[in-house]
């Protein structure tokens, strides 16, 4: 209407929805140009990990032929993929039917998140107004974020390929492995570009498409398990963006025609992403904010209530992974037990040694629960000091809320959701394990065992609250201790580690229990280790000032 | 009678950057104070160590009695304080954090919670993260002014208010001090400091450049006179006190100095006054010629440092 009035010099020559979007995809990528080469190197780092790992691990086809057996178990099928061609086992095809599928899931989740990075996170911030006020088209943002993302998987294909092409792997398996992992990268950015119109907020839309991711993860899970088994339920792995990526069957089958459904999935997402984006407001969602309580719940009433009601959230969400994650260890005890009775000398001292395998598993499954316990006490401590940059704290220190009485109810919800953490992560491996074997016994021992770790894991939580109590620039370091527990608790054999070096680890020191005894001396000097450096990080808060951001 | 506030020769740094070089400030019990100074002054520093959030490097300061970094905790059920960048817990509705920080604070009075929320037309069920600046502004408003506190720390209380709000917030303070509370109001809107503050202090560099009453601040500086006389009113620019005298459609107009003021209206008047209007000084006014010399002191330093 407006246009027949114009005369025609007076509207810009381009002036569609897509104006704009090559100036945005190179503001993106300079935006971007430090983790653009960090998730395409660092997934074509992964892969060359596991191609030399497998490699100087297992030199013979005898020992592949062992591992495979524990690798087309259920147990196997699920944590690894359909396991295309393990009747003729080679190493590229048990590093494409096991560890391929952790390829993929970092391809996915650098999709997802560079998505939501350059739409709803701008919205949200109010930075994408600013610049759809210039002469930039409607869909011009989204554009970019998806030729971005679509430039992304194209790197991490060819990348990947690259370096299982020099690690000397066969060409047409190679590039089809690298093409499965583009692939999924493709379906996700699709999918998150419907996620980030549905939600307001950058942290529910990615939210919503890592659930879809899980779902993908589990569905497909279900049907190569079955598949292994030959069930009837191995259609299932078909609805999964991450099965179709891997019923490419690179190394065995070698067909392509999967991927055509990944890219139809991947082009039928994206084009539904456009037709919602048209359908909304600038920085609005397809779903409106629901309304909260006008009053705040009598619990909450100080310092240790406000630190709960902060963190209940993600203790909740903690407590149901770690049970899902601790039923499906559980459920692995046996098949594995049976699967490494072959197997090499090696992995078996990884598991804990020959005498008891399951005992030995439960063990290393408890330290495990450990480490992963501790990352949620050290990322409780972070959100602490982001409570502080944010001007947060302030107010709530302008009340009669004293320092230590802050950052003590802090430190003690999350010191109180250690062993709460681990006691539902060791009741989940227990129930599973006690069903799979038959032993009810080794559900109240799998249970002490990852309980028993509370003080190793209390006492990196009093070290991080100490950096935070002290130095909260670098609180980062505490990381440190846990990379080092890790690697000292679980490749200290493969790796011919010196004992002296193992006990440095605070994790080396209650003992894996059911497969080792607890030690009663070095839970007890933990403990008061960790109530000694805690005391400290409330009195050097107390003398520091206050960082806020503004 | 003791001061709420008494603060002398306060020093704090930040690494190398002087925040605050010898202030002193007195603001007395049952006051609204006025604390004025353009960004990077100093204000916000200045509160936050009598919040005790950051400590002194050096100096004596004394809130209501106690030491504010030591006896922090027992001074704060005594006190409300509201920042400018009000930042809230996203999860949280507006709510929620009111209740919560009246209970931190020691309990308040609900009917006062849901008075004030309408005063303020501020929607309580909204999550923090849904909330305009405005809106989360009036949530730490709301959560101050309703609880009893002697006294309240405001720094720069109403950035992004409304003008109908502001004038709420008015009401509100002027019942405050009406209630014998304390009130120190830092601000850039001045027709709210005017409108407010019995006392005004002044900061420019990390110390106090003025303080008084506004009559006093006025009397330190110029008035301006406009009028139309009879008589040659030129030689009216000799006298000391006056300047910029210039004469516009018949009428003169001049700058005289609050000392001078008297001696040169009784010379206005022999000279056959028509009509005179004189206007005290606006705070503006009184800024500008504060935060004058910084402006020149920038510019200059500008024009030396391009030099080669």
């Known amino acids: 209407m407006t246009a027949t009035t114009l005369p025609a010099s007076a509207r810009p020559a381009s002036a569609g929805p897509l104006t704009g979007t090559g100036t945005l995809l190179r503001f993106m990528l300079r935006r971007d140009r430090i983790r653009f080469p960090a998730w395409t190197l660092g997934i074509a780092l992964l892969t060359g990990y596991f191609t030399t790992a497998l490699g100087s691990v297992y030199t013979t086809t005898e020992e592949l032929e062992a591992v495979s057996a524990f690798s087309s178990s259920p147990a196997g099928a699920l944590f690894g993929g359909p396991g295309y061609g393990y009747d003729a086992i080679t190493l590229e095809r048990f590093l494409s039917g096991q560890y391929a599928l952790y390829i993929l899931l970092g391809t996915a989740l650098m999709a997802l998140l560079t998505v939501t990075r350059h739409t709803r996170a701008e919205e949200r911030s109010g930075r994408a107004e600013l610049v759809r006020a210039n002469v930039v088209g409607r869909s011009a943002q989204l554009t970019a974020a998806l030729l971005l993302t679509a430039l992304l998987s194209a790197t991490v294909a060819a990348l990947v390929t690259a370096v299982l092409l020099a690690a000397g792997h066969a060409p047409a398996g190679s590039a089809l492995l690298g093409a499965s992992a583009g692939a999924v990268g493709l379906v996700f950015g699709g999918i998150a570009s419907i996620a980030v119109q549905i939600f307001a907020y950058p942290r529910a839309a990615s939210g919503l498409t890592g659930a879809v991711l899980g779902a993908a993860f589990v569905l497909r899970g279900i049907g190569d398990m079955a598949a292994v088994q030959d069930g009837g339920a191995s259609w299932l792995s078909w609805l999964s963006p991450l099965g179709w990526s891997q019923q490419t069957g690179p190394y065995a089958l070698d067909r392509w025609w999967p991927l055509a459904l990944s890219l139809a999935c991947a082009a039928a997402t994206a084009a539904a992403g456009y037709r919602l984006s048209g359908r909304r407001d600038l920085d609005a969602g397809l779903v409106p904010p629901r309304p909260g309580p006008p009053r705040a719940a009598a619990w909450l009433r100080d310092a240790p209530t406000l630190a709960f009601r902060l963190q209940r959230a993600g203790i909740i969400g903690w407590s149901i992974a770690l049970l899902v994650a601790g039923l499906a260890y559980g459920a692995f005890a046996q098949p594995l037990a049976d699967g490494l009775e072959d197997a090499p000398e090696e992995l078996v001292a990884v598991m804990g040694g020959g005498g008891n395998l399951v005992a030995g598993y439960l063990g290393v499954m408890g330290l495990t629960m450990a480490f992963t316990v501790t990352v949620f006490a050290l990322l409780a401590v972070q959100s602490v000091r982001a409570e502080e940059a944010a001007g947060r704290t302030e107010p709530v220190l302008a009340t009669s809320v004293s320092r230590t009485g802050w950052l003590g109810g802090n430190l003690a919800v999350t010191a109180i959701a250690v062993p709460w953490l681990l006691l539902v992560a060791g009741l989940g491996t227990g129930a599973a394990t006690a069903i799979g074997t038959g032993d009810t016994a080794l559900l109240w021992k799998t249970t002490l065992g990852h309980v028993a770790h509370t003080p190793a894991v209390w006492l990196l939580l009093a070290a991080a609250g100490l950096l935070y109590g002290t130095l909260p620039r670098l609180l980062p370091i505490v990381w440190a201790p846990l990379g080092y527990g890790v690697v000292a608790g679980l490749f200290a054999p493969v790796l011919d580690l010196p004992d002296g070096a193992v006990r440095v680890s605070p994790f080396a020191h209650v003992g894996e229990y059911p497969g080792e005894e607890i030690a009663a001396t070095a839970t007890g000097i933990l403990t008061l280790l960790a109530a000694a450096l805690t005391a400290l990080a409330l009195r050097t808060f107390a003398r520091r000032d206050l960082t806020t951001g503004a | ?308």
């Open chain 2, 1 to 308: 009678m003791t001061p709420a506030i008494e603060i002398h020769d306060l020093h704090k740094s930040f690494g190398k950057v002087k925040a605050l070089d010898g202030l002193d400030l007195s603001v007395q019990p049952g006051h609204v104070h006025g604390f004025l100074g353009p960004n990077g002054a100093g204000k916000s520093t200045t509160i936050r160590i009598l919040l005790g959030v950051l400590r002194a490097d050096a100096g004596r300061v004394r809130l209501l009695g106690g030491d504010p970094w030591d006896d922090a905790v027992g001074l704060h059920r005594r006190m409300a304080y509201v920042p400018g960048d009000v930042e809230l817990w996203p999860n949280l509705t507006g709510g929620e954090a009111i209740d919560l920080f009246a209970r931190l604070r020691g309990g308040t009075d609900a009917s006062r919670r849901d008075e004030l929320c309408e005063r303020f037309d501020l929607d309580p069920t909204k999550k923090g993260r849904t909330y305009s600046k405005g809106n989360r502004q009036k949530v730490a408003l709301v959560s101050a002014l309703a609880c009893d506190a002697d006294l309240l720390l405001l720094d720069e209380p109403t950035a992004g208010l409304d003008p109908l709000m502001e004038a709420v917030f008015q009401e509100c303070i002027r019942e405050a001090r009406g209630a014998g509370r304390t009130v120190l109001l830092s601000s850039h809107i001045l027709a709210q400091v005017e409108a407010l503050a019995d006392r005004v202090s002044i900061v420019r560099g990390g110390r106090i450049v003025e303080t008084g009453t506004l009559t006093e601040l006025r009397h330190l500086t110029r008035t301006t006179v406009t009028a139309t006389t009879g008589g040659d009113a030129r030689d009216l620019a000799g006298l000391p006190g006056v300047h910029d005298l210039r004469t516009e459609n018949g009428r003169i107009r001049f700058d005289v100095d609050g000392d001078h003021l008297a001696a040169v209206v009784r010379r206005l008047g022999e000279l056959d006054v028509h009509a005179l209007t004189a206007h005290p000084p606006t705070l503006e006014q009184l800024l500008l010629r504060y935060y004058g010399d910084d402006l020149a002191r920038t510019g200059g330093g500008a024009a030396a440092g391009s030099r080669p």
